[in-house]
């Protein structure tokens, strides 16, 4: 299990290549990778996320920690980002490896939704019109209560 | 007692994090003391639905006790992922 | 969308590099990579996968737009290995990019178990012991059914 | 027709591919006239729950026509992913 909060980018593809190296018995490994999406005019100059260093960390560790103990898992790897991001970076990306297929999906999915409500991080949306914080969704509360 | 404050609460208030002589028995009680303080913790705190809390790093209730508690942060709904 | 069934070795950590590059208004990309699994015992020397050379793309590149048509996708890629493998070698790789989590990780899921009982190829293990061709399972056939 | 074998179909007829000349009307009747040419087709085709179709490339049923049909494909459970 490796959990990275950090604030310089990573490569999803070297990530996955040495996450799903040498497997003799781990037959599936998932990925989810999110990117900074633009505003819907094309405007975003830059995506600031903050976060609650200390609590970042732990609260990731505890969700992956779950996520180990709910699904049969082989490893797990979890990468976020924090600072000054721009349109089409990415900001952070979930590894699981799993013996099957379904363990695999359902743990990285989970992953996600906790990591979207339940980690601390709050992102901020910069354009030339101005700046605004990324609201929560009920959509993304509700995606809590199939787990 | 440490209080944090992080997004739009962080914004609304001015500081980051700041240093709070609270004898207050409940996060709430807390709440109500720093209401009462200033015209920006009035308008941080208006809504408390809109707030999450966080004791020692530990998401947590407004109604949860502060005993033995070293940190408290104050912030809205989590936007990770 | 891309498809290619082949039978050369692939880097999915090159793969997700170059599908997850200059995505502007896509937020979500999912990956989901197939390795050789040893048998229980560690005794396996090769898994040969035969296909049906004409039939495996159609079917493929079918399963493909199924999914585009489904799903709220800006991409689809699947790879696929045919020929001789070992244990811990990457057979396939599915990826799909979306705006959202949850297009991205069903179109995945979709993809895999439609690649799993409905694309043309058949696995056969290999070890001191014999060769034993692995067989269709009650439990791959059911996971169409969701869909 | 063009007759073609995967996987265990393959190695029980003992080869990959055939020329069937056939007035078969359906994939079933195709099924019983090679079964009755020799035993090697019996054991392949034994047990048709076993086995799938696909009709110039399309998976289809046993009770399918061939009218039309070039290619003619059996095989077992197919195992992708």
Redesign the interface.
Known sequence: MRISVQEQAFDPGAELTSFSAGHRNLGAVVTFT?IVRDLADGSMDVMEI?H?P??TE??ITAIAQDAMARFRLGDVLVI?RYGRLHPSDM??MVATAARHRKDAFDAASFL?DY??????????EVSSKGAA????TDE??AALERW | MDV?Y???V?ERIGVPREVVETSAATVMELVEELRAREERYAVAFEDISALRV?LD???SEFDAPLAGVREV?F???????
């Not at chain 1, 979207?116 to 901020?124: D, G, H, N, Y």
């Not at chain 1, 914080?133 to 929560?136: D, F, G, L, N, S």
């Not at chain 2, 912030?75 to 992922?81: I, L, R």
Request: hydrophobic share 50%.
């Open positions: 999110g903050e609650y200390g609590m732990k609260a976020h900001i952070m996600m990591l979207k409500s339940r980690a601390p991080f709050w992102k901020r914080w990324v609201a929560a993304d509360e | 944090l992080f997004a739009w962080r966080a790093q530990e998401l942060a912030f809205p709904p989590m936007t990770g992922g």
